[in-house]
Every structure is written in C-alpha cells, then in structure tokens.
C-alpha cells in the first residue's frame, strides 16, 4: 500500500517535522480538512524546521474543532463526544518537539522540550472544563520499557521484590510495557514523570494489548522509539 492510500484509509492522521511553511493544502487529499501548524527557519541558510498537519475527513468536520494553542509544531483539536459516543469530548493533541540540542531552544519562548507539553496541557485543563485528552506525535523521548507509576489503591497488588519504585507507587501489569528501543533520555524521564502528573498512559508497546513496541525512527545511524500515542487513564479503561 502506498503512503498515500494509507493515510487515506483512515479518518484522523497526524503528521510531524513536515517542513511546511505555509497551510498545507493538496488535491490528493480533497476528502479531508487539513489543519496546519507551520515550520519556522532557524537560520538564514537553513532549511525549515518542525511543523504539524493533521487531517480529518471531511465527513467528520462538524465534530471536530481546532482549539488556539499558544504552543509552536502543535495543533490542539476538540473532538466532540458524539464521534465516539463518549460522556465528554477529547482533547487531541498533535505535536512535535525538537530534539533536546536543536537551535530550536535558542530562539522560541515556548520552553524548553517536554516543558512545551506540560504548558499545552495545564492551558487546556484551564480552558477547557471536563474533557478527555490524548496526545501524539514525535516528540524526542526515549522512555525505554517503563510506563507510567500510579499510587496503588488498597486492594491493588505491589509487590516489595521486583518493584524499583516505593510502596505505593509503581506500574500495574496492565500498563507494562516492551519495546524495541531499551535506552532513555532526558526528554524521556521528563515524559514519563509528565505521565504520572496528568494521569496517562502511554500505548507504545503495552503487553496485555499486544501493541507493538517498534521503532519508530530508523536510519543509518540508528533506530529509536521517539514517537508516542498517549491517553488519559480515565479514556484508556472507557477504549479499553
């Protein structure tokens, strides 16, 4: 299957690091609303950097909504609770952060890395009362194989030998994780100590659903897990 027919085969699709520089539009993709978040240039010389575009099909354009986000490389979408027959709405957010050394960080005041994240989702919480949210894109973090820690409730099971974390925090087996990519790094603790603030779960690779844990970028220089689909806990027990 081509690119072009997979992403024609669903109905919401997330596209990061696009280099576009101007709203995105295509007859390939008349079928479908193109929201857009556009690619800055870091240097006089350089080529453009970043940028966002998710597309919804066109018969779904009366339940989705595009929220102002404040934030560079993200759009926030509002997708009503009528698409999924939902209690509430989900706030979806698709974004895209710089790797941790990019010139990037020396020229946004958006904040540095998975602060930009934290900052999106504390500004929704505000503004947006009683909804679900969910977060994708490509956003640098290498987590390795952990999840998030939850405090375990009294008739929940902790066990003081094989867990690494204290009594009363830790990962339940239905959020354990594997993946292909087994390194972590600062963006990725900072993902993950993000999780444990807003209650979420990241999909990547969970055992008990038999989700892949792949890579998500290869090159010549090697391959890693930067790429993620992340939910609220609350969403992930009604999907799920």
């Known amino acids: 299957m081509s690119l072009i027919n997979f992403i024609k085969s669903h109905d919401i699709i997330c596209l990061t690091e696009t280099h576009i520089a101007t709203d995105f539009k295509s007859d390939l993709f008349k079928d479908f609303i193109c929201f857009t978040a556009v690619a800055k240039k870091l240097s006089y010389h350089g080529r453009m950097s970043g940028g966002v575009v998710v597309l919804v099909h066109t018969k779904w354009k009366q339940l989705v909504e595009r929220l102002p986000c404040s934030i560079e490389n993200?759009?926030?979408?509002?997708?009503?609770?009528?698409?999924?027959?939902?209690?509430?709405?989900?706030?979806?957010?698709?974004?895209?952060?710089?790797?941790?050394?990019?010139?990037?960080?020396?020229?946004?005041?958006?904040?540095?890395?998975?602060?930009?994240?934290?900052?999106?989702?504390?500004?929704?919480?505000?503004?947006?009362?009683?909804?679900?949210?969910?977060?994708?894109?490509?956003?640098?973090?290498?987590?390795?194989?952990?999840?998030?820690?939850?405090?375990?409730q009294d008739d929940d099971y902790w066990d003081p030998v094989t867990s690494t974390h204290d009594e009363g925090a830790a990962t339940p087996p239905e959020f354990e994780r594997s993946s292909q990519d087994s390194s972590e790094n600062a963006f990725g603790r900072q993902l993950l100590e993000l999780c444990e603030m807003h209650d979420c779960i990241i999909l990547n690779g969970l055992k008990q659903r038999n989700f892949d844990g792949n890579y998500t970028f290869v090159s010549q220089s090697g391959a890693s897990v930067v790429d993620y689909f992340l939910v609220s806990k609350d969403l992930y027990y009604i999907i799920f």
């Open 74 to 152: 993200c759009i926030v979408l509002k997708i009503s609770k009528e698409l999924f027959g939902l209690d509430k709405p989900i706030l979806m957010i698709n974004m895209y952060l710089p790797p941790y050394d990019s010139d990037y960080y020396k020229v946004t005041l958006n904040g540095y890395g998975i602060e930009q994240v934290d900052e999106c989702i504390m500004d929704l919480m505000n503004d947006q009362e009683n909804c679900y949210f969910m977060l994708c894109g490509d956003l640098n973090a290498r987590t390795g194989q952990r999840n998030s820690q939850f405090i375990l």
